[in-house]
């Protein structure tokens, strides 16, 4: 099937092309930058030409003009700015959005798969998410235009056009093109230590991700939705993994709630006058304190999927951050290669 992927360039969009080729797909990319989306995908060994148009998705002709080559589209392009690296997030979030699920139902592509997030259900009402979940009414820019984007593709799904939204929670895994969001976490947790909060983390690798859409890649399937939340842990779980992984002693500081929100919307004033290098905004504060278990033993179960244990998630990308120079090998301890001997470099 020849899918669109937009944002084929970025962590979820380039690790979903790979799989979608391996499944036998042939994606078509839909990129702002083609040279950076070749650059991108060679990461993960992909040297080959793939059909590319050049398009920013805020640009609605140019977005119909590469949907009207495929049979259906992966709409992975998005900015998150949890983290405070965020650029037009209403201009990506929901006119890009509308732009490229309400073209490609006008254009009859089947399915019309969408990447959304378990954040726009954050706050959560419940002590467990699930998709009989009620919206939330987020404080953060970013889940604010999450849910708007969210409506109008649940819009599309109420009058019947096929559409699937995958909800996933926060993605790790190798490879990422700009650190943000919860690799970038975790960066920062074995480089300043881990907040022992309230809240927890939901995890999904990058890679079991992109085995869920390419499993969606099936038409005729009406509208669909399919959480994915992974595997959750506390806060000190979280710093118990790591230091399971490296083999090493993670730093833990108690950070009550309140305290948390108030050190992000500090920091968040201080990032404007000088740069700051750890991922603490009062946007991401307000997650990490509320954030719950996510149940998506449906979704699993529906696709028939098994994702990988998170010690192997956490593991692979800690090795990815030391090897590509995000930290310092001593920080990730065991997980760093070995350096070569002589006789090795000799060979």
């Not at 970013?142 to 708007?148: D, H, L």
């Not at 009062?282 to 954030?291: G, H, L, N």
Request: hydrophobic residues 40%.
């Amino acid at each position: 099937m020849r899918i669109v992927v937009t944002g084929a360039s970025g962590y979820v969009g380039c690790h979903a092309v790979a799989a979608l080729r391996a499944a036998g797909h042939e994606p078509v990319l839909l990129v702002r930058n083609p040279k950076r989306a070749v650059k991108v995908l060679s990461t993960l060994g992909i040297t080959d030409p793939i059909e590319t148009y050049e398009a920013d998705i805020r640009n609605a002709r140019a977005v119909r003009e590469g949907l009207a080559h495929a049979e259906a589209v992966l709409h992975t392009a998005a900015e998150v700015g949890v983290t405070g690296h965020g650029g037009d997030l209403a201009g990506t979030n929901v006119t890009g959005l509308r732009n490229v699920l309400g073209q490609a139902v006008e254009l009859g592509l089947d399915p019309v798969v969408h990447v959304s997030t378990t954040a726009v259900f954050v706050p959560p009402r419940d002590p467990v998410i699930t998709l009989d979940s009620p919206l939330a009414s987020p404080r953060t820019a970013y889940g604010r235009t999450k849910v708007e984007g969210e409506r109008y593709a649940r819009a599309l799904q109420d009058e019947g056009h096929p559409v699937t939204i995958v909800y996933p929670s926060a993605v790790i895994g190798p490879h990422q093109p700009t650190l943000d969001s919860m690799v970038e976490g975790l960066r920062g947790g074995l480089t300043q230590g881990w907040p022992i909060t309230s809240g927890g983390v939901a995890l999904i690798d990058v890679r079991d991700l992109a085995t869920v859409l390419t499993r969606c890649a099936e038409p005729g399937r009406g509208p669909r939705r399919f959480l994915l939340g992974g595997h959750f842990l506390r806060w000190a779980e979280l710093a118990d993994v790591c230091d399971e992984v490296t083999g090493g002693r993670c730093r833990r500081f108690p950070a009550p709630a309140p305290l948390l929100r108030a050190a992000g919307s500090m920091l968040d004033g201080l990032k404007k006058i000088r740069r700051i290098d750890y991922p603490l905004t009062r946007d991401a504060a307000d997650i990490i304190v509320s954030m719950v278990p996510v149940d998506d033993t449906a979704t699993l179960e529906a696709l028939d999927v098994r994702l990988r244990p998170v010690q192997e998630s956490v593991a692979d990308t800690l090795r990815w951050l030391a090897e590509a120079g995000h930290l310092a090998p001593r920080r990730v301890g065991r997980l760093a290669r070995p350096a070569q001997s002589e006789e090795d470099i000799a060979l």
